[in-house]
């Protein structure tokens, strides 16, 4: 069902003049399986902040939803998720119900030198951890007693903030401290989940190429080597079965979604 999404998306762009790019693992599954990854179903795209500007005020569908801060001011995620509602589910760790989706990240400019860029970074996963604990649950952290104090500080204090505040905040944030347009190294900068800094150059991103996935042919980097050797290292190598990670959910029938999910 993802993938249908993702072809809906595709064709969209090409008919608006849209850029965008196969990332993450899902350009990994395309240079590594032509299609996804065995272990993971996740479909992730980067889009130009103009593009992705664009793309949220002119999209339209009647089986899709787009949902973003920028068309919905509730909306607790710092990215777009283009969502097809006719199975609902809940992420594990959270409270909000959403569809079957593909995540749209915006691609905003990183800062010339490495260590500003990890000054940059420490602030925007500051804000990260609260944007994403405004829907999470209280649990035990895996890592210990002190992490989970930390967790529950966290999660408590961004529950006492509106919804769709520090969403909206990120995106002013990413988007007007280095504008894509006057930087030289771009990437994704509203979501900072990872410890890592992941940079290309611009002129990388926008040199695009067709890759196969699946049956369908998709947009990426031409030098979609630099990029997944920054995020995945060696990326031809199949990660030990350990390693192999899904993304659990909680599938769910009968459910009410309501505007701010």
Same mark, same amino acid.
């Given at each position: /069902?993802? @993938? ?13 003049? &849209? ?8 350009? &990994? ?7 996804? =990854? $065995? ?6 795209? *980067? ?11 002119? *999209? ?21 998720? &283009? ?22 990240? $915006? ?6 030198? @490495? ?10 996963? /500051? ?34 903030? $509106? ?6 905040? =990120? ?19 509203? %979501? ?12 990388? %991103? ?10 369908? /042919? ?8 630099? *990029?997944?050797?920054?995020? *995945? ?17 909680? %599938? ?10």
């Amino acid at each position: /069902m993802e @993938l249908e999404i993702l072809k809906n998306f595709d064709s969209f762009c090409r008919q608006h003049s &849209l850029r965008y790019c196969l990332a993450e693992g899902t350009l &990994l599954g395309a240079v590594r399986h032509k299609g996804f =990854i $065995p272990w993971d179903d996740d479909i992730d795209v *980067y889009m130009p902040r103009q593009d992705y500007i664009k793309f949220n005020e002119i *999209y339209s569908h009647t089986k899709y939803i787009l949902k973003s801060p920028l068309v919905d001011r509730k909306w607790n995620m710092p990215i777009a998720k &283009l969502m097809n509602m006719d199975i609902k589910l809940i992420e594990s760790g959270t409270t909000a119900v959403k569809g079957i989706w593909i995540d749209i990240f $915006p691609i905003d400019g990183w800062p010339d030198s @490495l260590e500003a860029a990890l000054k940059y970074k420490k602030k925007l996963q /500051m804000f990260n951890y609260l944007c994403f604990g405004r829907d999470a649950v209280l649990s035990r952290s895996k890592h210990g007693f002190w992490r989970t104090c930390a967790k529950t500080a966290v999660i408590s204090f961004a529950h006492l903030i $509106p919804h769709g505040v520090m969403s909206r905040y =990120i995106n002013q944030v990413a988007s007007n401290t280095y504008p894509y347009q006057d930087s030289k190294y771009v990437g994704n900068i509203s %979501f900072q989940e990872s410890n890592k800094i992941v940079r290309i150059k611009k002129a990388h %991103f926008e040199d695009r190429i067709e890759l196969q996935f699946e049956d369908a /042919m998709f947009y990426a980097p031409r030098n979609y080597d630099d *990029y997944l050797t920054q995020t *995945y290292g060696n990326y031809m190598k199949l990660p030990p079965v350990s390693e192999r990670q899904t993304h659990p959910m909680e %599938f769910i029938k009968n459910v009410e979604v309501k505007k701010n999910f």
